[in-house]
């Protein structure tokens, strides 16, 4: 199978949040987790649901 090296593979967290404050506040500690690791730090975006929620997504590194 062909997995197109372009595209990341996103991975949801599991709540959607009432503002984009709250999902800032996840994506800010999912990036500082990795900060001080010696991996590559995740690329972490914040999406508005139709509902009018957010929902936070974030990449990994598989190699």
Not at 28 to 34: M, R, S, T, V
């Amino acid at each position: 199978m062909f997995v197109n090296a372009a595209q990341p593979r996103w991975i949801y967290w599991k709540e959607t949040f009432r503002s984009k404050f709250q999902a800032g506040c996840l994506k800010a500690k999912l990036e500082d987790n990795w900060s001080n690791g010696y991996e590559l730090g995740p690329l972490v975006e914040i999406r508005k649901l139709k509902s009018n929620k957010y929902v936070v997504r974030y990449t990994y590194d598989e190699s």
